[in-house]
């Protein structure tokens, strides 16, 4: 049906009996809009509801409706039958932009007040607006092998406990994380990384980044000093800046970061943010001496390392090493894994080992925070972990990995071998292309996204140093014919963007 438009002596109104909201409501909003856009004055007389009702074509209840809704919200005085007037004390300061009367044109919408963010806003806006790209995700760096995913496995270990402990799960909230996963994620650590733990010492978190936050809200304080690796993980150094840290950079070799470089113990530092299994995103593993300086430089500052180890499972040249909170005889390692990477990107689930005397604090922040992780996603873990399914998974995907990179270097190797210096990585779920001298990488990767492919630049990886040019490429989750697609649009990115910006 047809709008239509109804002059009354209070303003044109436009009621659509076909539209999905209910006439009292369209009702409502038009006399609403019409007081505070100064079309109807502090202390007028509205139309009776008899009125109104017969001059709209609508039920008298309707009108009465409206009016009551306006008068409970402070808009209108006085009640229905004995006269009903806009509210005399009425203040206006701005009035919403409301539907215009047939055949007139909007109101211009009043000038928007900027908003004053805050510094931590601000830097987190600023960088994901650099990474909020969107094209073919075939070089895609953290994701896992969707393809192989074990969904059978985890539906039937879900589902007989959605059967008989539907209701229990659904009201446990623990801010730490429910027992059965805190469990299985102690037993692995110890079976598979070294670290002699408690359940009472893991707390589930969101994922490795959401637990990076949650240690450095509660030890870190507003223009402290926290030591990045450099080249390092983007996401950790902009979350410290949010923060308000100071963030000082730690040069990185081919066997992680340099610990003789560190600042000086009673300078100040509090926090390390460590990737010494697998740096990332350059590779290398940190040697025992290096992990040994490193432990006595956090004892002598009263510093805490985070050790983040994202991705160290799935290393193809040698078992998985031990981590460095296995190491650790003084509390001063913290231990972040994730689940993300080895199982999917949107199961947001991770964990933090912590000492003792840092348990509580974290869990306290926690609570305030997001109160408690969800129940259902962390009882399908645990499942999948304490019934030996997890260890099975990890082995699997270690191959495939290990299969999939050797894929790309070899298709690489063949289109581009020699344009890109392309070397295997030991572990991990990337590689690295480095580009010719004189190519920006952040250049060829906009590039490269007009043509709807996500290129992840070596650059914004780096804080202080100069950056070498290079190509973080994904080979975890890359099938195929995604290679196929991904190498072609590679391709014609580099064939496109390197005449020029290559010397001869």
């Known amino acids: 049906m047809p709008k239509r438009a109804y002059q009354v002596d209070v303003m044109p109104i436009r009621l659509d009996k076909s539209a999905g909201a209910p006439l009292f409501r369209q009702l409502y909003v038009a006399l609403r809009d019409a007081i505070l856009g100064g079309q109807v004055a502090a202390g007028a007389r509205l139309p009776a509801t008899r009125a109104l009702a017969a001059s709209l074509a ?27 007037v806009v509210a005399r004390d009425l203040q206006v300061d701005q009035a919403p932009v409301g539907q215009p009367p047939v055949g007139q044109p909007a109101p211009a919408a009043p000038p928007r007040r900027d908003r004053r963010l805050t510094a931590q806003a601000r830097t987190a806006a600023g960088f994901i607006a650099q990474r909020s790209r969107r094209g073919d995700g075939a070089f895609e760096i953290d994701t896992p092998a969707l393809d192989a995913l074990p969904l059978e496995t985890l539906r039937r270990l879900l589902t007989p406990k959605l059967r008989t402990d539907f209701r229990r799960l659904l009201t446990q909230s623990d801010p730490a994380g429910i027992e059965p996963l ?53 996401f950790v150094r902009t979350l410290l800046l949010a923060l308000g ?40 593993t940190l040697p025992m001496a290096r992990r040994a300086a490193c432990l006595n430089w956090a004892q002598r500052a009263g510093a805490v390392i985070l050790e983040d180890d994202c991705d160290s499972e799935f290393r193809y040249s040698s078992r998985p090493l031990a981590a460095l909170k296995g190491l650790d005889a003084g509390g001063n390692v913290i231990y972040v894994g994730t689940f993300s990477r080895i199982l999917l990107p949107s199961l947001r689930l991770g964990y933090l080992i ?23 996603e962390q009882l399908l873990v645990a499942e999948f972990m304490l019934n030996g399914h997890f260890s099975t998974h990890v082995r699997r995907m270690r191959k495939l990995y290990a299969d999939r990179q050797q894929m790309l270097v070899g298709a690489l190797t063949r289109e581009f071998g020699d344009l890109l210096d392309i070397r295997p ?21 906009r590039e490269a996204a007009g043509r709807g492919l996500i290129l992840r630049p070596l650059a914004p990886f780096y804080h202080r140093r100069t950056p070498r040019a290079g190509l973080l490429l994904g080979h975890a989750g ?7 697609i991904g190498i072609r649009q590679l391709g014609k990115s580099l064939a496109a963007f390197l005449p020029a910006n290559v010397p001869a």
């Open 182 to 234: 805190r469990r299985a994620i102690a037993e692995w650590a110890r079976a598979s990384r070294g670290i002699a733990c408690s359940a009472e010492q893991v707390v589930v978190t969101a994922g490795g980044q959401h637990g990076i936050d949650l240690v450095a809200r509660a030890l870190l304080s507003p223009g402290e000093t926290a030591c990045v690796e450099d080249p390092g993980d983007p």
């Open 354 to 376: 912590l000492p003792e005397d840092l348990v509580d604090p974290v869990v306290a922040i926690r609570s305030l925070t997001d109160r408690h992780p969800p129940p259902i």
């Open 425 to 445: 990585a030991g572990a991990g779920m990337h590689i690295i292309a480095w580009l010719p001298p004189g190519c920006e990488d952040t250049a060829l990767a």
């Open 245 to 284: 840290a100071k963030v000082v950079g730690v040069p990185v070799d081919d066997e992680g970061m340099m610990v003789d470089a560190l600042p000086r113990a009673e300078a100040g530092a509090r926090l390390i943010h460590l990737t010494p299994s697998n740096h990332f995103p350059m590779g290398g």
């Open 58 to 84: 609508v039920a008298r209840n309707t009108v009465i409706n409206a009016y009551e809704q306006l008068r409970v919200e402070g808009y209108l005085e006085g009640r229905v039958g004995s006269g009903t």
């Open 478 to 484: 890359l099938t195929s014919s995604q290679l196929r």
